[in-house]
């Protein structure tokens, strides 16, 4: 299963409004026709995470068909009330709100591993950090008891680290929440004290306030 993040401003206040217009796109045959296998939206402060899993092999045909179903269209147009860019003044294009991963790591295939939940944090971090995060992630995944995580993906947007836990079950989100705030403030942060937030706070987590996925 392959994953795709994006990331945008968003009111909190603006959640059902929000969910409403992504469940009616979720009901119609359009996420099947991309591959699309769960879309999950995540709120952390003002910023909203979208995070798209897709199957591993996608049709390409269907995809180039869908670019041009209205629906499409009406959906971005439907969103730009209550969802807008991160840094509106770069952005150009949607292909702008796309963050980039840098770190995956994989434990049971997440397509056999049955049911899963996930987690997301989200915390400052400037691009040149990366090759050293990057590093402190492989050297504690390499060697830790890993508490049922399933697959572990960092991505980098702008001054932002995304961290994406899959984990086992649908009921230990507490216990994947605290072991990605260990990892961030015992790990990273001590190596790297140069990412420690100017305010100091230990809340990295972000919300999960939508869900969809195929049956």
């Not at 591993?56 to 995809?63: F, N, R």
């Not at 947007?157 to 995304?162: G, Q, S, Y």
């Not at 836990?165 to 705030?181: C, R, S």
């Amino acid at each position: 299963m392959r994953s795709m993040v994006t990331v945008s401003k968003m009111d909190r206040n603006s959640i059902p409004e929000v969910s409403k217009l992504f469940a009616e796109f979720d009901s119609t045959e359009i996420p099947g026709l991309i591959g699309l296998h769960r879309r999950q939206l995540f709120i952390h402060q003002d910023v909203q995470v979208h995070l798209y899993d897709f199957v591993e092999k996608s049709d390409q045909a269907a995809l180039e068909k869908v670019k041009s179903d209205p629906r499409m269209a009406r959906l971005s147009v439907d969103l730009q009330p209550f969802v807008a860019p991160y840094e509106p003044e770069t952005w150009n294009s949607p292909a702008d709100s796309a963050a980039s991963c840098f770190y995956s790591w994989e434990g049971e295939s997440l397509e056999s591993a049955g049911p899963t939940g996930t987690t997301v944090t989200v915390a400052r971090m400037e691009p040149d950090a990366i090759p050293d995060v990057q590093k402190i992630f492989r050297e504690f995944d390499a060697t830790a008891q890993l508490l049922g995580i399933r697959r572990r993906q960092l991505f980098a947007f702008k001054d932002l680290c995304i961290h994406i836990q899959d984990h086992a079950g649908l009921n230990d989100a507490d216990a994947a929440q605290k072991a990605a705030a260990d990892i961030w403030f015992g790990r990273v942060l001590q190596d790297l004290p140069q990412l420690a937030p100017q305010e100091p706070t230990t809340d990295l987590h972000a919300s999960r306030f939508y869900g969809w996925a195929a049956s």
